[in-house]
């Protein structure tokens, strides 16, 4: 495990993403949607309620089960994952192929204060931290992974959006220690919409 001075920069791997992107649907909340924003957005992006911990997964599987013709993306960190740790059982049972699930995992509550999460580097030194990837796998995912730099990413990023799924993949990221509160995306209802009128045209 990798310390958090090694960690990959959360805007920089946000960024490899964006680059690489072509019709998925990416889903971001809480710390990633507020720099997720930072990019010039795409009709088939839906940044969540900023306040929306631990549901970005489960909004991921409602449209992976929807749309099964597009891949859908969703972003979530360790600390929102821990608030809904179950939905990764109720993924592999509805087993995806189009689903991935990429975890932001920076080991704190970071938009609450950077409070220490269960999955925090310093835990996981002396064997008592979370595994992501491996528990994803024992709940049945297709392919799992844990990634621990930006070149390794820049690698398997095209792979991750088009593997058979469900996939989970697991990249350490940075804290972020300037502005780090989350940020509304605005006009919520209207991205909403546009959501719902840019999946209606395929």
Not at 123 to 144: K, M, P, W, Y
Request: hydrophobic share 40%; charged share 20%.
């Amino acid at each position: 495990m990798s310390d958090t001075n090694s960690r990959m920069d959360l805007v920089a791997a946000l960024r490899v993403l964006h680059k690489v992107r072509t019709d998925e649907v990416i889903i971001t909340s809480m710390g990633n949607g507020r720099e997720w924003q930072q990019f010039a957005q795409h009709p088939l992006d839906f940044v969540h309620v900023p306040s929306s911990m631990g549901q970005t997964q489960s909004w991921g599987l409602g449209l992976a089960l929807a749309q099964p013709s597009r891949r859908i993306v969703a972003c979530c960190g360790d600390g929102s994952l821990l608030m809904n740790l179950g939905s990764l059982v109720t993924i592999a049972n509805a087993a995806p192929s189009n689903f991935t699930l990429l975890v932001f995992d920076n080991g704190v509550y970071e938009v609450t204060g950077g409070q220490p999460t269960p999955a925090s580097t310093a835990r996981r030194l002396v064997g008592q931290g979370v595994n992501f990837a491996s528990i994803a796998n024992e709940c049945g995912f297709r392919h799992t992974e844990r990634i621990t730099n930006l070149d390794e990413w820049k690698n398997r990023v095209d792979t991750l959006l088009n593997l058979l799924g469900p996939v989970c993949a697991v990249l350490e990221v940075a804290p972020q220690t300037e502005n780090y509160s989350v940020r509304s995306p605005g006009r919520p209802k209207e991205r909403v919409k546009e959501l719902a009128a840019s999946l209606k045209s395929k």
